[in-house]
């Protein structure tokens, strides 16, 4: 792919509109330092220096794709509480649009609190319902008033009880009569529910328990078997499979490709998986080969793994970046 395609496709990327529809949350930091242990139990003190609230989850996803340039709808169920009161500001903040939100008085917004010290987590809470949402046929026909002029539909699954399996199987069947594509961030509940989706992007962690399987994760012979039943059994058009530091596999009917990590060390992995899914969502709505799909998705993971925290991709960093491995 020469510099002139890849300026080509990230400039085509403002021209796409993205609906996401899964689990939002809200990621609260708190960083601070370490100088001594707590005499009440044999755990470190940590010394809070500074907070910070975050879009999480699907947000962070559309986060990443409103920082490629294109329009992002974002469909999810938060709480009526507070929390949700914050996750909408925070919406408002960042320029996001809400029309796709709902505020369901059973169940409340989620927020994941991490603390962090020495550029490490220490510690990570999880305030939240994992309840399927009461209100399906609500949220349904409001995602369906928004599917005009969609460009590719995201699918992220936090087990958070947004996508049910209702919900998972009316959106592909409808995605694939109006010829949307879509991809899918899986978890462990739903995982072979996504039957006939075009993008399904497990980690190795997902793949092992979704399917019952146990491989040798360092041998491309195996990670191919495994990935090769995955797609049949959902009769996907390929499975990312990405591997945490080792990079990226895709297999379709066609291929079978192990794209190594790019990049430096690894020092944080948070928000890396939204951050991969919503770099192929434009590629793939571009109409990109899913080897170099692969490729430039691996690279923008490769990328926010080397910042702290939850950080959306930055635009012109991954195309300089991917102008010099193509």
């Not at 996750?87 to 369901?104: D, H, P, Q, R, W």
């Not at 026909?141 to 005009?148: D, G, Q, S, V």
């Not at 990590?261 to 890396?272: C, E, F, N, R």
Request: charged content about 30%; overall charge neutral; hydrophobic content about 35%.
């Amino acid at each position: 792919m020469t510099e002139k395609e890849l300026k080509e496709i990230f400039s085509s990327f403002n021209n796409k509109r993205v609906l996401i529809i899964g689990d939002a949350m809200i990621d609260c930091y708190m960083w601070g330092k370490i100088e001594r242990m707590s005499p009440e139990a044999p755990v470190p003190v940590v010394e809070i220096e500074r907070h910070e609230t975050r879009l999480g989850g699907a947000a962070n996803c559309a986060l990443n794709i409103k920082s490629l340039g294109a329009e992002v709808i974002l469909c999810s169920v938060i709480g009526n509480d507070n929390n949700g009161k914050k996750f909408e500001e925070l919406m408002n903040e960042a320029n996001l649009s809400t029309k796709g939100i709902l505020i369901s008085n059973h169940r409340k917004t989620t927020v994941k609190t991490r603390v962090i010290s020495e550029e490490k987590h220490q510690l990570r809470t999880d305030d939240e319902d994992r309840h399927p949402i009461t209100i399906e046929s609500q949220f349904l026909n409001n995602i369906e008033r928004l599917f005009k002029d969609v460009s590719v539909i995201i699918l992220q699954d936090y087990n958070k009880g947004v996508l049910t399996p209702k919900i998972i199987t009316t959106i592909i069947k409808k995605a694939k009569q109006l010829n949307i594509p879509t991809i899918v961030d899986p978890k462990k509940d739903n995982f072979l529910l996504f039957k006939n989706c075009d993008i399904f992007k497990p980690n190795l962690k997902e793949i092992k328990e979704g399917i019952n399987i146990e491989f040798d994760d360092k041998n491309d012979r195996e990670l191919e078997k495994a990935s090769t039943l995955l797609r049949e059994k959902l009769n996907a058009e390929c499975v990312l499979l990405t591997l945490s530091e080792r990079g990226i596999c895709i297999n379709t009917k066609k291929e079978f490709t192990h794209t190594p990590s790019y990049g430096g060390s690894v020092i944080d992995v948070s928000g890396a998986g939204d951050t991969v899914i919503s770099v192929a969502s434009l590629l793939l709505a571009e109409g990109v080969s899913f080897n170099n799909i692969s490729k430039i998705s691996s690279l923008s993971g490769g990328i926010v793994c080397q910042k702290v925290g939850v950080v959306p991709i930055d635009k012109e960093e991954l195309l300089t970046e991917a102008i010099k491995i193509f």
